[in-house]
């Protein structure tokens, strides 16, 4: 049998590095799927996946969702957040950063990664805790692949991916909304929110993510 230089399984968030060309496209890894009647979540300290909870409701993600490995969204994104949107105390939500992927093919599981390439994103608000989701496109992707910019993909699946997160925690006997999606942003901002979140991992991680 072949020798690998690691014969088990890597972190999904500490052990895989997520920078594969520059930054035009990103290693990510993926927790949920279009279809899944269930949230699944990296569980921290093993790596594997868990159910979070059952969808309580009729809304499911209508996209690939994960986050980037190597990221932490703790005081440079909550700092970041709290510039743009002039809201004191916001804080970090303290996981990797999410990150939404664009495909038009059926992809039926998740606990994979996937190369995407980032379009923009929602910075988004979580009961006082910065919370960005980025957007992105699976790499040559038939449909998205091609995109570039948060813009250019279609209104309706955004409008969809927003409803999403605006609605999926709702209680309909509590009609308190304590999510909030302040505003859209591109790709320039989006890269810059990542590399936030890589700094936030460092700091907190001890580790150093500077290419050799």
């Not at 690691?6 to 035009?24: F, Q, R, T």
């Not at 923009?120 to 979580?126: E, L, P």
């Not at 309706?156 to 859209?184: C, G, W």
Request: with cysteine.
């Amino acid at each position: 049998m072949k020798k690998t230089s690691n014969p088990y399984k890597l972190h999904p968030w500490h052990g895989i590095d997520p920078e594969i060309d520059g930054e035009a496209a990103w290693r990510c890894y993926v927790e949920v799927v279009p279809g899944d009647a269930v949230k699944y979540e990296i569980d921290k300290t093993s790596g594997y996946l868990y159910i979070d909870r059952p969808n309580t409701y009729s809304n499911t993600m209508p996209v690939l969702y994960g986050f980037i490995p190597q990221t932490y969204c703790a005081e440079k994104v909550a700092d970041f957040c709290r510039q743009k949107t002039h809201q004191l105390g916001i804080v970090g939500d303290k996981d990797p950063l999410d990150i939404c992927i664009l495909t038009d093919r059926h992809i039926p599981r998740g606990d994979i990664l996937v190369q995407a390439i980032p379009v923009g994103g929602f910075r988004m608000i979580d009961r006082g805790e910065a919370d960005d989701k980025i957007i992105a496109v699976l790499k040559d992707d038939h449909s998205y692949g091609h995109l570039r910019s948060l813009k250019d993909c279609p209104l309706a699946l955004i409008k969809r991916i927003k409803h999403y997160f605006m609605t999926y925690k709702n209680d309909p006997d509590n009609s308190d909304i304590k999510v909030q999606i302040t505003d859209e942003y591109e790709r320039e901002e989006a890269l810059q929110i990542i590399k936030a979140s890589r700094l936030d991992y460092q700091q907190h991680f001890d580790i150093n993510l500077t290419k050799s």
